[in-house]
């Protein structure tokens, strides 16, 4: 079952010049900044309500939000929905006709687990699953 809007994923090339639009001028909370390494990129939390805003700079020229910027430029990347049991979900989604990016769920920032369906099955949106741990799951 998907459950919220977990997070919307903007991409940005510089997370410091762009945090104070963030933080300053519409006064939204920044909860932590992390890099996931396997997805080469620092992401910013920023809390808005029940869900959150994650500002993603690249780490390096090859990481995918690298070639987001590159080919589209900074913007909204991605839109992230709650759910949990994520592989119950990706099967259900791929029995349905959805293309995922991968088949199988990855970690990803706040040790969420992620998968992302394949924008040209979901009318060139890319959607993020994400469960994330309860607290009683932290390691």
Do not use: W
Request: with cysteine.
């Amino acid at each position: 079952m998907i459950n919220k809007i977990d997070h919307i994923g903007i991409a940005v090339s510089s997370i410091e010049k762009s945090l104070p639009f963030y933080t300053t001028i519409l006064n939204l909370q920044l909860e932590g900044i992390e890099e996931v390494d396997s997805e080469k990129v620092r992401v910013a939390f920023i809390k808005i309500g029940e869900s959150k805003l994650e500002l993603l700079e690249p780490l390096s020229s090859d990481s995918p939000i690298a070639k987001f910027i590159e080919k589209r430029g900074e913007g909204i990347h991605h839109i992230a929905l709650g759910t949990s049991s994520i592989e119950e979900r990706i099967r259900e989604i791929k029995e349905n006709g959805i293309r995922m990016l991968a088949d199988e769920p990855k970690f990803g920032a706040g040790g969420a687990k992620i998968a992302f369906m394949h924008p040209k099955s979901t009318g060139s949106v890319l959607y993020e699953l994400c469960e994330k741990q309860s607290k009683g799951d932290a390691k």
